[in-house]
Structure formats: structure tokens, C-alpha cells
């Protein structure tokens, strides 16, 4: 369809093949209120700065952060919220629809999608749903084939869930329709570039809990020696103590293809300067 394919020239940018998204919906799934969500506008134009071509959001600040979208930026509104406070435990849940992001001006909508759950049929059956209407209208489909929870560490859930958690997952919405497909980073390269082939449709690596730059920076080089054409990263952006600095590290991993040893030189070399 004519309106999806225009969509994708915008999310995926045509002259590097590169697709780099700021997550910053952490208000609506964080158990917890982050202190770098407080200045959201401040982080948005810092990362849009950096090179962020995508901004993740809800509704409330996509009205308020929309002054500091450049031309060429994109908005993913966000389908899916959290309820953490939940006493049986987090559970993902629909906030919107994709009539409502059509009318927002969006270029995609996100979806959540947490596995391995006593709903995980319900799950299965809403993205389905959103999948059927993404198609109608010709809107875009990101899926966040993640982990059940983004709020343990990496290690932690890789030991629970493993990789083949994410493989399932990540095939499964590419069944549904996604177009664009997010994962937790599998623990290889093998991994991941199986995960890639799996689904034959882009995909970007999640930025996940908060961890060193450097470890940062050197797995995204690897997703992008895998066959990932992006990334899409929150907490280790809108908490890091240089948000515009640490995006543009990020940005030339998958836009000037350096190593990620060179991106951190440079991240470096920025966090020295202040």
C-alpha cells in the first residue's frame, strides 16, 4: 500500500538504511517514575540532536515535545502501556488504536509484546488485531518482540528466557504483520543474525536496562554486524549524563558503520570536553 510504503521511506532513512529510535514511553511501563523522564522535551530535542530519526511516545507528550520535532522526525505512538501496581503482577494492555495515530500524524504504531503469560492468547489475538488493521490502513507496525518484563537485568532474563524466547517472539509478530521488529539483545551474534533471518523484515535492537557506554556501544555494533539496521533506546539515553552525545555515538554505529571501540573513543572524547 502507497501509505505504509511512504511511512517506511520516513522510518527507515533512505541514505543510510539506518533507523534510529529514542524510546521515551517509560512513563507509562516503569514500576517507577525515572528522574530522566522529568525534562522529556529537553531529551527529546537531545536526542532528535544526536540523530535520532524516531521518537517512541504516548499521546500526552507527543503534544508536548512536538515543537522540537525536526521535519524528517518521525512519531511511533505507542499502543501499549504497563499496569505494573497490578498485586498478580504486570500485565501489557491497549491505550490506543490506529485510527487514533493516523489522526496524530504518526508514521507507525508500537505494540508490546510480552510472552509466556497466563494472557499471552489475548496477547497473541490483540496484535493480530492491530496487525489486520495496520495492513488496512497502511500504518506501519513496529513490535517489541522483548522479553516478558524491561525492568530486570539482561542477564537475569536471559537466564528465565533464553534466546529462543526471543526467536519465537520475534517470528510470531512477523507472522502478525509487523514491519519493523524490536528485540532484547540474544546474547551473540549468532543469535541475533538467526533472529534477523527468522523474521526477513527489519529489525532494531532494544537499548534495555541501564549499562556501561561501553558495553552499550559495542552491542549495538555487533546487532549491526548481525543484520540490524537500527536500535531503540531509552533509559541509556534520557538517564545518560550527555543524551545528545551518547545518541550520536549511537547513531554512527549504524549510519557511518564504525566499530563500536571508535563510537566510544568518541563518546569519550565529548564527556571529557564538559
Known amino acids: 500500500m502507497l501509505g505504509k510504503t511512504i511511512r517506511m521511506k520516513r522510518l527507515i532513512q533512505q541514505d543510510t538504511g539506518s533507523c534510529i529510535i529514542f524510546a521515551i514511553d517509560h512513563g507509562m511501563t516503569s514500576p517507577t517514575l525515572l528522574r530522566g523522564l522529568m525534562d522529556t522535551r ?25 515543537e522540537e520535532f525536526k521535519p524528517d522526525t518521525s512519531l511511533a505512538l505507542m499502543m501499549t502501556a504497563c499496569a505494573a501496581g497490578r498485586p498478580a503482577g504486570p500485565k501489557i494492555t ?14 507507525a504504531v508500537t505494540v508490546y509484546v510480552a510472552l509466556a503469560q497466563d494472557y499471552e492468547p489475548e496477547m497473541i489475538r490483540y496484535l493480530s488485531d492491530v496487525g489486520e488493521k495496520c495492513d488496512f490502513w497502511g500504518m506501519p507496525l513496529i513490535a517489541e518482540a522483548e522479553y516478558p518484563t524491561a525492568y530486570q537485568s539482561l542477564d537475569t532474563l536471559e537466564t528465565e528466557y533464553g534466546a529462543d524466547y526471543l526467536k519465537r517472539n520475534a517470528r510470531l509478530c512477523a507472522e502478525m504483520g509487523a ?3 524490536k528485540v532484547n539483545w540474544p546474547g551473540s ?40 539496521i537500527g536500535c531503540s533506546v531509552g533509559r541509556n539515553i534520557f538517564e545518560h549524563e550527555n543524551p545528545e552525545a551518547i545518541t550520536r555515538a549511537i547513531s554512527m ?20 570536553r564538559r
Open 42 to 66: 529537553t531529551r527529546v530535542k537531545q536526542a532528535i540532536s544526536g540523530g535520532a530519526n524516531v521518537l517512541m511516545l504516548g499521546r500526552g507528550f507527543a503534544y508536548k515535545t512536538v
Open 253 to 272: 554505529i549504524f549510519k557511518d558503520k564504525v566499530s563500536g571501540k571508535v563510537a566510544y573513543e568518541y563518546l569519550q572524547e565529548q564527556l571529557n
Open 94 to 107: 491497549p491505550i490506543s488504536s490506529v485510527e487514533e495515530a493516523l489522526r496524530l500524524g504518526a508514521d
Open 189 to 228: 551474534i549468532k543469535d541475533m543474525a538467526e533472529i534477523i533471518e527468522a523474521t526477513q523484515v527489519p529489525v532494531v535492537l532494544a537499548g534495555g536496562p541501564r549499562i556501561s557506554d561501553e558495553e552499550l556501544l559495542d552491542r549495538m555494533a555487533q546487532a549491526r554486524e548481525a543484520g540490524a
Open 179 to 181: 514491519d519493523i521488529i
